[in-house]
């Protein structure tokens, strides 16, 4: 038989007195099975070992729950501000579309720069406000260039005109090429007239150029129409220009040449409204306020005084049986 365990045998006490006194013995520690301890020490480490895993086992739960979460919470803070992101996108996306498009249409070569170059057709065609903003660049351009001549000018001012089309640019450029033409006296009277119309229906006055048209028609007035002349008189009127009362004198009453039956010998009609502004000197009319007022009308006023100098009664001139009155030998003042 092998050695008897620890705890079924213990020493046997020592008896009174036999080497040590009873009050002076101490107790001793009490024993543990081993067993036991191995027992304890093995679901020590058991429980020890249970709770880490446990433990971790708890906290990778709790981890990646946690992950969950907040992935979760992402995907739905993501999910959430999702359609601010898809539209941001289509706006950036129909950007890029509407960017691309011009870009597209010039490689194709329809646009409309290309359709709408200047031309005197495409000018005199032009109706609507819409069809002269697609020709405006290219009339700035023409302008600028100095390549249109008097009729391209007087097209433009009629286009302009016709499509009420206010283009401040445009009508400065038309302005200095204006002033050059009558400065080279290049412009006619019925170009003139076009771009007076022009001014006048768009309400664009330009002093420069009404002193110009002034100097440059002041000794042509004659051979402007009766029309024309009525409608330059109240353009400059209508603008209130100043500086130029003896040309608009002018445009109301033309002057004769020297060689007219007129001339000097019908009273001046301003003369006789109270002032002439051209002088006794320049105007080409008689300041005499005893000068008839036309020729025609000389022949009838003081009839008498052409007709011998014996009045007749109405006795004489009916009754003069041929002698005298309204006889063969008389005097028939009709």
Not at 85 to 107: F, I, M
Not at 131 to 148: C, D, E, T, W
Not at 188 to 211: H, I, K, R, W
């Amino acid at each position: 038989r092998g050695p008897s365990p620890a705890w079924r045998l213990a020493p046997a006490a020592p008896a009174c007195g036999q080497g040590m006194h009873v009050g002076g013995a101490k107790r001793k520690a009490p024993v543990r099975c081993a067993a036991a301890n191995d027992d304890e020490d093995f679901a020590g480490g058991l429980d020890a070992k249970e709770r880490a895993t446990t433990g971790g086992a708890r906290g990778g739960a709790a981890a990646s729950s946690s992950a969950a979460d907040t992935g979760g919470k992402k995907r739905k803070k993501a999910k959430e501000f999702a359609w601010m992101d898809s539209e941001d996108e289509e706006d950036d996306q129909a950007a890029d579309n509407v960017e691309e498009e011009p870009e597209n249409l010039d490689s194709a070569g329809g646009g409309d720069e290309d359709e709408e170059e200047f031309s005197l057709d495409a000018v005199e065609k032009v109706q609507t406000f819409g069809r002269m903003m697609l020709l405006a660049p290219s009339v700035r351009a023409k302008l600028r260039a100095g390549a249109m001549g008097p009729t391209e000018v007087a097209a433009t001012c009629r286009a302009l005109t016709r499509a009420k089309f206010f283009d401040r640019e445009i009508l400065d450029e038309i302005y200095v090429a204006l002033r050059k033409m009558l400065v080279e006296g290049k412009l006619g009277p019925v170009e003139t007239c076009d771009a007076m119309q022009c001014m006048v229906s768009l309400n664009a006055y330009d002093a420069e150029t009404f002193t110009a048209i002034a100097r440059c028609y002041i000794t042509r007035t004659a051979e402007l129409e009766v029309s024309a002349r009525t409608f330059w008189v109240d353009a400059f009127t209508k603008f209130g220009h100043k500086g130029e009362a003896a040309f608009i004198q002018l445009l109301e009453v033309p002057p004769v040449p020297v060689l007219h039956p007129n001339y000097k010998r019908v009273r001046c009609w301003h003369y006789s409204k109270g002032s002439c502004i051209l002088g006794e000197a320049a105007c080409t009319y008689s300041h005499d306020p005893r000068a008839p007022l036309s020729l025609a009308d000389g022949t009838k006023e003081d009839w008498w005084k052409n007709k011998g100098n014996l009045m007749m009664t109405q006795n004489q001139k009916y009754m003069g049986n041929g002698s005298y009155g309204t006889g063969p030998l008389g005097v028939n003042p009709m």
